[in-house]
């Protein structure tokens, strides 16, 4: 728990040092909203964009663990939106984004670093897979379903369908998923220039991100808490856990490490940019306040995830 602690404490430390900065005045409204931009349209693009082009997915292939992850994530993902969308009411728009916040884990900052300490190489294997489900599957779900709860009423279900697909296809976000997959699964390497330029904005992206978060914090009343943050909390480290962990130990073909890594994967909090998906629709400070609860209550499923993953990796060597 003492190296869990040391990946998470400068999470929070970041997303304190932006709450410190709005709250003395040193940043400002607008700053906050600029650094959103630029963290949505160029920095985030850049991470998918690196991440998906720089894996080699014929290499890391499991198609068991892709099917088992990628089932328990969307099985998680459902019931997330239906206790937000059917249970509490919420527009379609809320629904689905809550539902991408209860669905998608913090793997690169903190699941990796966590499992790869604590289960070893398999940490290695399992991360682009996992990287792939969130980033191909869950995350555009999510935000095709925020884009389709965006409807005026006026249109047919077909013409609101093409409208949703043309807003999708304009986001850099999307773009940089699509052109990521297409040079991953081409085989095809970025010069070493543009591989360059794309690492230092996406190294930009996970402090910028906390900074905004803890702006955002910073910016809430009593009255902006919404009963919708427990259920993506809970949805993050009850439910997304249980779904993808039951998951892996149904479907055959997955090997005892990738198991470990992918129940380990599950357990920690949403991705560090959540807030940023929900700027375009007005719900950034929920996300905000759900995205630190999480990272907060984190340390206990991790640590019943350790606790069964360890002895199953060691029993499997």
């Given at each position: 728990?003492?190296?869990?602690?040391?990946?998470?404490?400068?999470?929070?430390?970041?997303?304190?040092?932006?709450?410190?900065?709005?709250?003395?005045?040193?940043?400002?409204?607008?700053?906050?909203?600029?650094?959103?931009?630029?963290?949505?349209?160029?920095?985030?693009?850049?991470?998918?964009?690196?991440?998906?082009?720089?894996?080699?997915?014929?290499?890391?292939?499991?198609?068991?663990?892709?099917?088992?992850?990628?089932?328990?994530?969307?099985?998680?993902?459902?019931?997330?939106?239906?206790?937000?969308?059917?249970?509490?009411?919420?527009?379609?728009?809320?629904?689905?984004?809550?539902?991408?916040?209860?669905?998608?884990?913090?793997?690169?900052?903190?699941?990796?670093?966590?499992?790869?300490?604590?289960?070893?190489?398999?940490?290695?294997?399992?991360?682009?897979?996992?990287?792939?489900?969130?980033?191909?599957?869950?995350i555009p779900l999510g935000m095709a379903l925020a884009e389709l709860?965006?409807?005026?009423?006026?249109?047919?279900?077909?013409?609101?369908?093409?409208?949703?697909?043309?807003?999708?296809?304009?986001?850099?976000?999307?773009?940089?998923?699509?052109?990521?997959?297409?040079?991953?699964?081409?085989?095809?390497?970025?010069?070493?220039?543009?591989?360059?330029?794309?690492?230092?904005?996406?190294?930009?992206?996970?402090?910028?991100?906390?900074?905004?978060?803890?702006?955002?914090?910073?910016?809430?009343?009593?009255?902006?808490?919404?009963?919708?943050?427990?259920?993506?909390?809970?949805?993050?480290?009850?439910?997304?856990?249980?779904?993808?962990?039951?998951?892996?130990?149904?479907?055959?073909?997955?090997?005892?490490?990738?198991?470990?890594?992918?129940?380990?994967?599950?357990?920690?909090?949403?991705?560090?940019?959540?807030?940023?998906?929900?700027?375009?629709?007005?719900?950034?400070?929920d996300a905000a306040t759900a995205l630190v609860a999480a990272t907060?209550?984190?340390?206990?499923?991790?640590?019943?995830?350790?606790?069964?993953?360890?002895?199953?990796?060691?029993?499997?060597?």
């Amino acid at each position: 728990m003492v190296n869990v602690l040391s990946v998470v404490l400068p999470i929070m430390l970041i997303i304190g040092l932006g709450l410190a900065a709005v709250r003395s005045g040193a940043a400002k409204d607008v700053h906050i909203e600029g650094l959103a931009a630029f963290v949505l349209n160029f920095a985030l693009p850049a991470v998918m964009l690196t991440t998906l082009a720089g894996q080699n997915m014929r290499e890391s292939f499991n198609l068991g663990y892709l099917v088992a992850y990628g089932g328990g994530s969307l099985a998680a993902f459902a019931a997330t939106f239906a206790i937000l969308r059917f249970a509490m009411g919420r527009p379609l728009t809320r629904a689905g984004l809550g539902a991408l916040g209860g669905t998608t884990s913090n793997t690169g900052f903190i699941g990796y670093p966590v499992a790869a300490l604590a289960l070893g190489a398999p940490a290695l294997a399992g991360m682009p897979m996992t990287m792939l489900i969130e980033n191909a599957l869950i995350i555009p779900l999510g935000m095709a379903l925020a884009e389709l709860g965006r409807r005026d009423g006026t249109h047919s279900a077909m013409r609101l369908v093409w409208q949703t697909l043309a807003r999708l296809a304009r986001m850099p976000l999307i773009l940089a998923i699509a052109a990521g997959l297409v040079l991953s699964l081409a085989g095809i390497q970025l010069p070493d220039m543009a591989v360059t330029t794309l690492e230092m904005l996406a190294a930009a992206s996970a402090p910028c991100a906390l900074f905004v978060v803890g702006g955002t914090v910073a910016r809430l009343n009593r009255s902006d808490i919404s009963p919708e943050i427990f259920a993506i909390v809970a949805g993050k480290l009850l439910i997304h856990p249980v779904a993808v962990t039951a998951a892996l130990l149904l479907v055959p073909g997955v090997p005892t490490g990738l198991v470990a890594v992918g129940m380990l994967f599950s357990s920690v909090s949403m991705i560090t940019i959540y807030p940023l998906f929900c700027v375009r629709h007005g719900m950034e400070k929920d996300a905000a306040t759900a995205l630190v609860a999480a990272t907060t209550l984190a340390f206990a499923g991790i640590a019943v995830m350790l606790g069964w993953a360890i002895p199953l990796v060691a029993g499997d060597g």
